[in-house]
């Protein structure tokens, strides 16, 4: 198993920048592809980012495509979101997810789930 924490969210006004991190512990971090997802109040969790376990393959939700850049580093067992440019529409609680081989859009495919944080943009 993996456990997988988020840091701390926040709020930036419209058009900053925001880095999310995501440390898992357990299992060997580089067997693991992770995403992240988010969840708006009163709307469903929808896939934001997912990067394959060398880190060699990145995919991204078209909404964010282009503002949004996850990456990993193996070696400190963490995932990062840089979400830049941001917008109101991408407040949200934001989750990391890590699955042993799939990096898809569905979000009851991934294994495992932090707990979430929030992240609030104002206008």
């Known amino acids: 198993q993996v456990q997988l924490v988020e840091s701390a969210g926040g709020l930036v006004q419209a058009g900053g920048s925001l880095r999310l991190s995501c440390a898992a512990s357990?299992?060997?971090?580089?067997?693991?592809?992770l995403g992240w997802f988010r969840q708006a109040p009163g709307k469903e969790r929808e896939f934001v980012a997912s990067?394959?376990?060398?880190?060699?393959?990145?995919y991204y939700a078209d909404s964010v495509k282009g503002r949004f850049t996850i990456s990993r580093d193996n070696a400190k067992n963490t995932v990062f979101l840089q979400l830049n440019s941001l917008k109101p529409e991408d407040t949200a609680v934001y989750s990391c997810?890590?699955?042993?081989?799939?990096?898809?859009?569905?979000?009851?495919?991934?294994?495992?789930w932090g707990q979430g944080t929030q992240v609030t943009v104002s206008s």
């Open positions: 997810a890590a699955d042993e081989a799939y990096t898809g859009s569905t979000d009851y495919l991934w294994d495992y």
């Open positions: 357990g299992r060997t971090f580089s067997s693991y592809a």
């Open positions: 990067i394959s376990r060398s880190g060699g393959s990145t």
